[in-house]
């Protein structure tokens, strides 16, 4: 390793589908910084320890995907805020020797849905399938935005309850609702429906939505950018719905952490470029 060039990446598991590496890479290109952001595929008993030796191995900055944003928390010596506030960790920047959370995901989702998407969400419903980190942050985000009601459904239905209890104690002028299945969601009367699970990523995944539910007044955002299209959004897509994948989440959310590390304004049609260019058959991992 070149002791003079930085480290930034990604760490999670597993890591290999990201294309975080292809934008931030050009981003640092172009501002012609001695960086290079790499993937940092751990499991979880490898965490701690990777983390305690950060300094030595010359990484400045993080990234941070499933399964870790919570449970890097414990392991940092300050959050922000913002990440305290939703729970879960995105990026690390490494500082005078000490490692500070934040979170960019949901700030990241909320610029592309209502810049790029021109979604307004005063007065929308919203379901969400998933409970996770990602969940969290989006849930947050959406919520400041004066929805009338939003509902939450995950296979493990205590995160699902989990996120529930945060936001109702957060925010005192949304309906917001657990329910114990996709069925319940009330995906007829949905303006918005976001997949927040890795159900998706392989091409064998099922569809986690029945077409009988899909309707031509639903924006389906699936938080998954590879592959492109997902069955979900296939489905959706062939029904008449809007669909998004998380494209523009990811290139959104990564200027942000590239603003906390570096400093410097992120060059985001660089990164949107690199982004765009990455060919993506569905099915690959």
Not at 3 to 24: A, E, F, T
Not at 123 to 138: D, P, Q, S
Not at 185 to 205: F, S
Request: hydrophobic share 40%; proline share 5%; charged share 25%.
């Amino acid at each position: 390793m070149n002791p003079q060039k930085k480290i930034y990446g990604l760490i999670g598991y597993p890591v290999k589908h990201s294309l975080s590496p292809l934008m931030h890479n050009a981003a640092l290109s172009h501002l012609k910084i001695n960086a290079e952001y790499k993937l940092f595929p751990l499991q979880p008993n490898e965490l701690p320890d990777f983390l305690k030796n950060f300094k030595k191995n010359n990484i400045f900055g993080l990234n941070v995907t499933v399964p870790y944003k919570e449970k890097v928390m414990p392991l940092l010596d300050k959050m922000s805020k913002e990440a305290r506030l939703i729970g879960a960790v995105n990026t690390i920047k490494a500082s005078r020797n000490k490692l500070y959370g934040f979170n960019t995901d949901g700030q990241g989702f909320l610029k592309h849905l209502t810049c790029d998407l021109k979604f307004n969400l005063k007065g929308k419903t919203i379901a969400f399938i998933g409970a996770g980190g990602a969940a969290r942050a989006v849930s947050v985000y959406l919520s400041k935005g004066n929805p009338k009601r939003i509902s939450v459904y995950d296979i493990d239905k205590a995160k699902a309850k989990a996120i529930v209890k945060h936001l109702k104690e957060n925010f005192k002028n949304v309906d917001f609702r657990f329910v114990n299945s996709v069925a319940e969601l009330n995906i007829n009367d949905t303006d918005l429906l976001i997949n927040a699970t890795p159900i998706g990523m392989r091409g064998a995944d099922h569809c986690l939505v029945d077409e009988k539910y899909i309707h031509k007044n639903l924006l389906v955002y699936d938080l998954i950018y590879n592959p492109k299209e997902t069955k979900l959004l296939r489905l959706a897509k062939k029904k008449g719905a809007k669909v998004s994948n998380g494209l523009g989440m990811l290139l959104y959310q990564g200027a942000l952490s590239f603003e906390i590390w570096i400093g410097k304004k992120a060059p985001i049609e660089i990164m949107r470029s690199a982004l765009n260019e990455a060919c993506l058959p569905a099915g690959r991992e």
